[in-house]
């Protein structure tokens, strides 16, 4: 799965968000501690701004907060919010997508990995990223990865 710069730099600028709740941070703040550039960042915030995750205030003292407790948004919502589903195959639902012959269990598989999604983005909100506190979960699944890639790594050179 390929994650898009589109959803990298929204979480990246959610969780700076994230780290000052009671305040307004300037798009060209975000932009700049994170090394996004400023008409992208402003075209995803758009996006985040209809999907009512942040809010923006114009003005001297201007700029974007977060609209709900960054507790309450995932990172899930934050994906689908720039980017749609989660996993999307030609734009159509895995429901009714169907395959003949040998793929024919395909659609499961696709399900499978949207569920996986899932389980890792829908359990690590805003304010776990920012805080770098993520779910006993989702640091299982790290540990797993950093095993696997040392046991491939090795294995290659040897």
Known sequence: ?????????????MA????????SVKAD???RAQDIPIKYLLSIFTDLKRAHLVRSQRGPDGGFTLSRNP???TLADVFRAVDGPLADVHD????????DGPARALPEVWMAVRASL?????AVSIAE???GHLP???AELVDEYRAATIERNASTRG
Do not use: W
Request: overall charge negative; hydrophobic content about 50%.
């Open 29 to 31: 703040q975000i932009a």
């Open 118 to 122: 899932r389980r890792v983005l829908e």
């Open 136 to 138: 006993g979960t989702v």
């Open 129 to 131: 990223l920012a805080e």
């Open 1 to 13: 799965m390929r994650i898009s710069a589109r959803v990298d730099y929204a979480v990246r600028a």
């Open 71 to 73: 507790e309450d948004i």
């Open 16 to 23: 700076v968000l994230a780290c000052s709740p009671a305040e």
């Open 92 to 99: 159509q639902s895995l429901t009714t997508l169907a395959y």
